[in-house]
Structure formats: structure tokens, C-alpha cells
């Protein structure tokens, strides 16, 4: 359940109306520029960390295959709120504190989808924003489809004109999670066709999309604050408090879960990962 209390809390000190959006070249090319003058040997892609050992001098990371890499004096933990709230009681050795573990256990964990369907021929689109309102009753219908009812707006991609974009929130995404993408092809050609009353929309041929609610390295897109956060005063800066070990500070934690003002957003994630490595940093002047 979500809490009034993000009203107050959510904010991006920017004017009203003001936002952030990216363009064909996608997070994608962030993520090279971090990362281009770091040794490909430092970067260890599809290790999956079972623990993070911090019980001795330095901090020991085992991963799933019984790996070990170590000799660390600080790690920063990355992870979604969402993952630390299904592994964050066996990730650690020692484990966290308590108010740690409240805080994952209280922020919440919701998620927004997009979903991409790339068509042999959008002629038939007269739009660049739509929104079909899936209500029942309408376009003849007594009844709807529990999955059409969540495509509440359509809209194409500048950079490629040949694909529609749609979001999905609320439940809708772990609803549409279980479902494979030929269903999902019939479900929502079938609305495009009544909507435009037009049989001749083609089927896509191809859709693009993540399954947040089935992948337990997110277990969702994105924090939200809740009621019962809200009701036990824990607030998402919480999170950024790092954990120490005989009064040294071992392990930190980013993401956009962690941030104070605008969780929920990747500047958010972006600008928590600039916090904590100010902050070792600054303890090593």
C-alpha cells in the first residue's frame, strides 16, 4: 500500500513540468562511459554474489558457484530493494544489523513496465500518443480481457517509427509476467484492431520486454514508500546508512532505493553511487 508520505518526501528540486528522458542511444551509453576506464579483469559479468563476508580484516564476496574474490576494504552493495528483500538475511556474514533489515522489509517494492512491439507496418497508426480506455462496455464489449484492461496508453519511439511503446503499472505487470509473448501479440493486436476498427493491423514481430516480478535480481522496477514504512518512521536515506565493524565503515549501500529525495528514478541510483564513493573518498584523503 502506498503512502501519502511520498508526496513529501519525492522531489527533484526542478521546476513543475520538468523531466528527464532518454534518447536512441539509451542507458546504454552511461553505462560505457562508467565504465571505460575501468580494467575489463575488474568486471566480472554473470557472477551472481551469494555472500558478502565481513567478519575478518578484509571483505571476502563469494558467488553462487563458490568463487571467492577478496581483499576488499570496502564494498558497495548495489542490489534492488527488492533482491535484498528475498537474499539480504543469508547475503551477509555477519548479518546486518535490525534496522537495516526493517528498512528492506518496510520500503516497498513496485513495478513499471515497458513493453516494446516492433511492427512490419505502422500505417495504420494515426497517433503518436493513445489511449485506447479499455472499458467494458465499450467497442461492443460486455466483457474485457483481465490483461487488455492494464494498456491504458500507447505511444511511438521518435527514433524508430516502426515501434510501440506502452506502460504497465500497478499489478498489471506481474500479470502480464505470466504470460508468453504470443499471447500477449493476440491480446493486443485484438485491441489495436478494435480500436481503430481495422482487421488489417498486423501481428509484431517482435516484443521487447523485461519480466521484473519473475527475476529475483529485482523482484520489481522500482522503491515506493509505504504505509507500513511510513507508520515505523523508517524513510529510503535509511538505507544510504552504511554498516561498520569495530567502528570502521565495511559495507554501503546504493541505488535508487537509497536515495533521500528522488528514489524511484535512475538519476536518483546514479547520484547514490557518486554519494558513496565520495564517501570512501573522503575517508582516505
Not at 50 to 67: H, Q, R, V
Not at 105 to 118: L, R, V
Not at 137 to 156: A, H
Amino acid at each position: 500500500m502506498l503512502s501519502l508520505r511520498a508526496i513529501a518526501e519525492w522531489d527533484d528540486l526542478g521546476e513543475v513540468g520538468v523531466s528527464y528522458m532518454t534518447d536512441k542511444m539509451g542507458y546504454k551509453a552511461i553505462i560505457d562511459h562508467l565504465r571505460s576506464k575501468i580494467p575489463d579483469s575488474k568486471i566480472h559479468f554473470n557472477h551472481r554474489v551469494a555472500n558478502i563476508d565481513f567478519s575478518g580484516p578484509e571483505t571476502i564476496l563469494t558467488f553462487t558457484d563458490g568463487k571467492k574474490i577478496g581483499g576488499f576494504d570496502y564494498v558497495i552493495v548495489t542490489s534492488s530493494i527488492g533482491h535484498l528483500k528475498k537474499f539480504a538475511r543469508k547475503m551477509f556474514t555477519p548479518a546486518l544489523p535490525k534496522r537495516k533489515l526493517k528498512a528492506i522489509d518496510k520500503i516497498g517494492m513496485g513495478t513499471s513496465a515497458k513493453i516494446f512491439f516492433e511492427f512490419p507496418d505502422m500505417s495504420w497508426k494515426k497517433e503518436e500518443i493513445f489511449t485506447p480506455l479499455p472499458i467494458s462496455g465499450c467497442l461492443g464489449r460486455k466483457q474485457l480481457d483481465p490483461i487488455e484492461e492494464e494498456f491504458n496508453t500507447f505511444q511511438s519511439v521518435p527514433w524508430a517509427p516502426n515501434i510501440l511503446m506502452t506502460w504497465i503499472a500497478g499489478h498489471g505487470p506481474r500479470k502480464i509476467d505470466n504470460i508468453d509473448d504470443e499471447e500477449l501479440s493476440k491480446i493486443v493486436v485484438n485491441l489495436l484492431r478494435d480500436v481503430y476498427s481495422n482487421d488489417s493491423i498486423p501481428f509484431p514481430t517482435k516484443i521487447i520486454r523485461n519480466k521484473w516480478t519473475h527475476n529475483d535480481l529485482f523482484g520489481g522496477s522500482y522503491s515506493f514508500v509505504t504505509f507500513e514504512q511510513a507508520q515505523a518512521r523508517i524513510k529510503h536515506s535509511d538505507m544510504s546508512i552504511p554498516v561498520k565493524k569495530d567502528g570502521k565503515i565495511r559495507i554501503q549501500f546504493a541505488g535508487e532505493g537509497t536515495h533521500h529525495r528522488i528514489f524511484q528514478t535512475c538519476v536518483g541510483a546514479f547520484l547514490s553511487g557518486r554519494r558513496e564513493a565520495d564517501r570512501i573518498v573522503s575517508m582516505n584523503p
